[in-house]
């Protein structure tokens, strides 16, 4: 029904192509006393962590609309794991993904449950996802410093727990129309012990081994189309010779969005410290229409900037998901990859070692 509504909307006009409100999402300040402002509108910025109150009751927004999904990934050396519990209102999503990096190969499964069968349920807090129909969750400490997971999907069993890494959550509300928006985490992990287990193959993973996650909930848009890459690895500052854990996260709305949204997701974890650059865009050529492969991404920021990115991905492998129902348009696609280039912040560049990144190219529209 978003989707129907949003696709009219735009047909007719109603919706902009681009929304901009006004909201300053470069400066972090306190989070506001509740999510929802007395009109029905989120309460949008970004935060130095989230302290108000979760009230979704008070949102103008069209309730079918209301989605939450918590997305994580790990680097174990050899593997590349990739897991999820989601809610999209009439439908519930677990998953687990297993690439390969030397081979290129995947290994996944997901289980969906369509309106009743939906099984998924989020605490009010936003910290404990469950999915009832294959015993999984996925849990945040009530400091915000653990997640513990145990997730299982048939053949497939990952569970864990890790610890937040490099520095405190990325914590942003964005604002979309008619109502809506997200609340949104993003941040780093490090794995303190778990197990991968494929078809009764117990794998212990690397005490350690880092990776990145995103838990998001609020009334989503109807029509989605975005880029994103996520990486964790190390850099050098190139002025002084320090080393340090580096992580990213950056997103960009595409022209499929409507509307589109300028919320600056460029997101970078150095030093221990949070940053964002104020300017991101991702540039890259596909080589085949029908597979969606491409040739390499560059993400890079404006000309004149002070705060910079200049990263380049080359893709090893790829993954498409594609479907068209009557419910439902997809055209999910991930890259895999070796991430190299610098990054400036504060005066300081930072030169990545090669790292291993996920990228996406992605329409949904539900």
């Not at 778990?194 to 212990?204: K, Q």
């Not at 000309?303 to 055209?331: C, K, M, Y």
Request: net charge negative; with cysteine; proline share 4%.
């Amino acid at each position: 029904m978003p989707r129907l509504l949003d696709t009219l909307d735009a047909a007719a006009g109603r919706t902009p192509v681009e929304l901009d409100l006004g909201i300053d999402y470069l400066t972090r300040v306190p989070s506001p006393e509740q999510l929802i402002a007395d009109d029905g509108t989120y309460n949008a910025g970004w935060f130095d962590s989230w302290q108000g109150r979760v009230n979704w009751e008070a949102s103008s927004a069209f309730q079918m609309a209301f989605h939450r999904f918590f997305h994580l990934t790990l680097d174990t050396g050899r593997r590349f794991v990739v897991w999820n519990i989601a809610d999209f209102n009439r439908a519930g999503n677990t998953s687990i993904l297993v690439a390969d990096k030397d081979s290129g190969s995947f290994d996944q499964e997901s289980r969906t449950g369509l309106f009743a069968r939906n099984r998924v349920s989020v605490s009010p807090s936003q910290r404990i996802f469950r999915d009832a129909s294959n015993h999984s969750f996925i849990q945040v400490d009530p400091d915000d410093q653990r997640i513990t997971f145990s997730v299982h999907t048939g053949r497939l069993h990952l569970a864990g727990v890790a610890e937040q890494a490099l520095g405190p959550a990325f914590v942003q509300c964005t604002r979309f129309h008619r109502g809506r928006g997200s609340l949104q985490w993003y941040g780093n992990l490090r794995l303190l012990h778990g197990t991968l287990t494929i078809d009764g193959d117990v794998v212990p993973l690397p005490e350690g081994c880092l990776g990145t996650y995103d838990r998001t909930a609020g009334h989503q848009r109807g029509l989605q189309n975005w880029n994103w890459i996520a990486a964790v690895g190390r850099a050098r500052c190139v002025e002084d010779g320090q080393l340090s854990d580096l992580g990213l996260q950056v997103h960009q709305d595409l022209d499929g969005a409507r509307p589109r949204v300028h919320s600056k997701k460029h997101v970078v974890w150095v030093d221990g410290g949070l940053a964002k650059i104020p300017t991101a865009r991702f540039d890259y050529t596909e080589t085949d229409p029908e597979t969606r492969a491409t040739g390499p991404w560059r993400i890079t920021s404006d000309e004149g900037e002070s705060d910079w990115l200049d990263l380049t991905l080359i893709p090893r492998f790829q993954r498409r998901e594609h479907r068209a129902r009557v419910l439902l348009n997809v055209d999910f696609n991930q890259y895999y990859g070796e991430l190299t280039g610098s990054i400036r912040l504060n005066g300081r560049t930072w030169a990545l070692e090669p790292s291993f990144a996920v990228a996406e190219d992605s329409l949904l529209q539900f």
